[in-house]
């Protein structure tokens, strides 16, 4: 038995709002529920509304700028930079900005609906 997995057909996770979501491993892609690595991509102008998510997430911007506000500080981070925000943590995701920003998602546990309360 292979002790690695390679992951080269991510889910896709269905979206309304122009966001691309790939998941590569995580429960959507094959049922891990420890944790979730997602690529993503923003488009210019995206957002989410405020929650407070049961999981801490780790974010590293691959290219163009995402805003954060954590518990009501306003936060930008550029190509190479990385978060953690921790669970319970009230947060809004957005990319006011007129470029994609393309980025990874990491999420411990992994990253369910219904761990996520959205305002």
């Avoid at 420890?34 to 488009?43: D, F, L, N, T």
């Avoid at 953690?84 to 546990?109: D, G, H, M, W």
Wanted: include cysteine.
């Amino acid at each position: 038995m292979k002790k690695f997995k390679i992951q080269d057909n991510p889910f896709i996770v269905p979206t309304t709002d122009g966001k691309t979501i790939k998941e590569h491993f995580g429960l959507a892609s094959d049922g891990n529920s420890e944790i979730s690595i997602a690529h993503m991509i923003a488009p210019p102008g995206w957002s989410e509304p405020f929650q407070t998510p049961e999981f801490d997430e780790y974010t590293f911007i691959i290219k163009g700028k995402k805003q954060f506000i954590i518990e009501n500080e306003t936060i930008v981070l550029e190509a190479g930079q990385s978060i953690k925000i921790n669970k319970n943590t009230r947060v809004q995701y957005s990319n006011p900005f007129t470029e994609p920003c393309v980025y990874l998602a990491i999420c411990l546990p992994a990253f369910s609906i219904d761990s996520v309360n959205r305002e």
